[in-house]
């Protein structure tokens, strides 16, 4: 009889019989050695980490580097000669406040409308109701083909909604992603049938359903849209290149693009005096960089633990 193996003795006493169980004793795990498939993913994923870190990390330094030196020599991974000329330039005035202000808005603005209206269009479209889920299928799937160019859009937005100077008209002409709708779609449609007719049964009617099942049920896809979206907005300077002039409603990617396309921009920065006439633009650049990066950068952390759940599950074909 082998001990590791779970087996039943029988012993007669009488007219009773008794069952004695032998439990496994339990074997310590193999240490195994990794093999070389693990080992190749290790390098590369520690390659590909590198590559992404270190140009990262070169702007940070740059931002902490002299302008001379920068303009002399060039990149480097550490900051010498450290200088703050460019943060304390930056943040004289309100000029990045107001950018901050801005970019702020429209994230969380824009991505709270989207969000709301990506999870609705979405829902319609996974319940294959007759007669409006094939429609707005069509209505959505059009803009992945085709726009109607950006002539039309700015009459759009200026002359109709009247939108100009508005964050809004950042805001609205990227609403909707066409391919994240579709995305949700596939979400809604793996949902457990039997959850949502139980509800219904309850008398529950489609609105509850929707707010108090199916809603909580998609919190992965939910967390990964909103992080494409927040993304998106944040990120968004050419709507506000077109809609935009006013300086005080500029967000910071717009700021930054300024910079970076018209160096005299950097002499005329709020609290420039005639002595920095000459303005460090080189680490002004890599500093508005980070400045601009970073917020969006500690956003990833909080969806990280639903991203790759929500990609997966909204990704694959129900």
Do not use: H
């Not at 009488?14 to 193999?30: D, L, Q, S, Y």
């Not at 294959?128 to 069509?138: A, F, Q, V, Y």
């Amino acid at each position: 009889m082998s001990i590791a193996a779970r087996t039943e003795t029988i012993t007669d006493l009488g007219a009773e019989t008794v069952f004695e169980e032998v439990r496994p004793v339990a074997r310590k795990p193999r240490r195994t050695r990794p093999d070389a498939f693990q080992v190749t993913s290790y390098v590369v994923v520690t390659l590909f980490s590198l590559f992404c870190l270190i140009p990262l990390w070169m702007i940070v330094a740059g931002s902490f580097t002299d302008e001379s030196t920068l303009a002399a020599q060039g990149y480097s991974f550490w900051p010498e000669p450290f200088s703050l000329a460019a943060y304390q330039m930056l943040f004289t005035g309100t000029g990045l406040l107001n950018g901050y202000i801005a970019s702020l808005f429209i994230t969380v603005v824009g991505t709270a409308l989207s969000l709301s209206c990506t999870a609705a269009l979405a829902w319609v479209i996974a319940r294959r109701l007759p007669g409006i889920s094939r429609p707005l299928t069509i209505f959505a799937y059009i803009p992945l083909l085709f726009t109607g160019g950006l002539v039309p859009l700015y009459l759009l937005v200026t002359q109709v909604l009247q939108l100009s100077n508005s964050w809004f008209s950042v805001i609205l002409p990227i609403m909707l992603a066409p391919f994240l709708i579709f995305v949700a779609v596939s979400f809604f449609r793996q949902l457990p049938e039997e959850i949502l007719d139980s509800a219904r049964i309850d008398g529950a009617g489609e609105l509850r359903v929707f707010f108090q099942i199916v809603l909580p049920l998609s919190k992965p896809i939910l967390a990964v849209l909103g992080l494409f979206y927040a993304v998106t907005y944040w990120n968004e300077w050419f709507m506000a290149l077109l809609f935009i002039s006013d300086p005080d409603k500029f967000p910071l990617q717009l700021i930054l693009q300024n910079l970076i396309s018209n160096v005299t921009n950097a002499a005329s920065l709020p609290g420039a005096s005639a002595a920095q006439a000459a303005a460090p633009v080189y680490q002004l650049r890599f500093a508005m960089t980070v400045l601009t990066i970073a917020p969006i950068l500690f956003a990833y952390p909080f969806a990280q633990r639903y991203f790759v759940k929500g990609l997966t599950l909204g990704a694959s074909k129900g």
